[in-house]
């Protein structure tokens, strides 16, 4: 594979990330290209690039593995596809990257995740914040114990409201994705909280629905209280209800030492880390990191070429990517957790922690 490019099949056009991925594919143009395409959503090829018109196409999986030369594949589908279609593809030996969450449930993703393992492909989920720098120089602080004893992490995620998308859209349609809000896009900052802790949540306690004025059969939003296994809090708190296209988010973590604010989409940045520590003698630690505006083009910027590198990586030495099927696993349950505290109205333990 070193001598040639990687030949990708892309599974699934008209994503709402799709897009965003084909572009994001174009920074290492020199190192894949699309070998094939499955563009399921019932055949919608809306938003396929002219580029890709005349690559290869194929209706199926199935048609795809008899009829391509591929050595591994996007899989951007809905969560009642995407586990099935990854499994057929790892058992089939094709390398796996796979749009999050993958699932609306671990059990429903299991046998995905036993088929990559069994396997030995590389595979990658979509969880880009694993492989942003501010995320990385916090994992390192907590790492290293400058937080001293952690006390609690805020998180906040709000994005439009489900009128932008309307209420028909598939990402509100329980059978095509199960779950609504925290499925889609709390799952990003579950994931994160799981890796930039390095730790595991030991019980939940949340509460789910729909807020706004939009009627939805998934929620919209709403808020869960984490109890971290190491010790401390984090909450997070979010859902589709602002007016308009846009998007805000935020963490704060305090520790017994030092107390951060992140602000990871702040315009102009690339992100922002305000940072406040202790005052030895005179002078107290008070420190605003930016990083400077990322140019790249595509879904996650520089973070999605940076997942692109790791899985490509993975694929060529055998190596395992930042995201594995179990860490894709722990977000599921996790997420599971959240939904199973939210309909019994009471605090769920995690069985299986991390």
């Known amino acids: 594979m070193a001598d040639r490019p990687f030949r990708l099949a892309v599974i699934g056009v008209d994503h709402p990330h799709g897009a965003g991925w084909r572009e994001l594919l174009d920074n290492l143009a020199d190192e894949l290209h699309v070998a094939a395409v499955v563009p399921a959503f019932g055949g919608s090829l809306a ?58 449930s671990a059990a429903e993703a299991r046998a995905a995740a036993e088929a990559v393992v069994q396997s030995g492909v590389a595979f990658q989920t979509g969880y880009m914040w694993r492989y942003d720098e501010a995320a990385e120089r916090l994992r390192a602080m907590l ?36 779950r609504g809000f925290f499925n889609w896009l709390a799952c990003h900052w579950l994931d994160l909280l799981l890796y930039i802790t390095g730790g595991a949540v030991a019980s939940v306690t949340a509460r789910v629905g729909v807020y706004g004025e939009t009627p939805l059969q998934v929620e919209d939003g709403g808020v869960a209280v984490l109890e971290l296994q190491g010790g401390g809090l984090a909450t997070l708190f979010g859902g589709y209800w602002l007016p308009r296209w846009a998007g805000e988010s935020r963490w704060s973590l305090y520790g017994t030492e030092r107390w951060v ?30 990083l400077p505006p990322d140019r790249t083009r595509g879904y996650g910027g520089i973070r999605g070429v940076r997942l692109l590198r790791d899985w490509l990586h993975a694929a060529a030495t055998g190596a395992v990517c930042r995201n594995t099927p179990r860490s894709m696993l722990a977000t599921l349950e996790l997420l599971d957790a959240i939904y199973e505290s939210a309909a019994a109205g009471r605090t769920v333990a995690l069985r299986c922690p991390g």
Not at 160 to 169: I, Q, T, W
């Open 47 to 104: 938003s396929l690039e002219e580029r890709y018109a005349h690559v290869p196409r194929f209706d199926s999986v199935d048609a795809l593995l008899a009829g391509a030369d591929f050595d591994g594949a996007l899989v951007t589908l809905p969560n009642c596809e995407a586990p099935d279609c990854v499994a057929r593809l790892a058992r089939a030996g094709k390398h796996v990257l796979a749009e999050k969450p993958l699932a609306a």
């Open 143 to 178: 790492a290293e114990g400058r937080f001293g004893r952690l006390i609690a992490i805020d998180m906040q995620y709000l994005t439009s409201d489900a009128r932008r998308r309307g209420p028909h859209h598939y990402l509100f349609d329980p059978q095509a994705s199960g």
């Open 261 to 290: 604010h992140w602000y990871p989409s702040k315009p102009g940045t690339n992100g922002v880390l305000e940072i406040h520590g202790p005052q030895p003698q005179w002078h107290a630690m008070e420190e605003t990191f930016v």
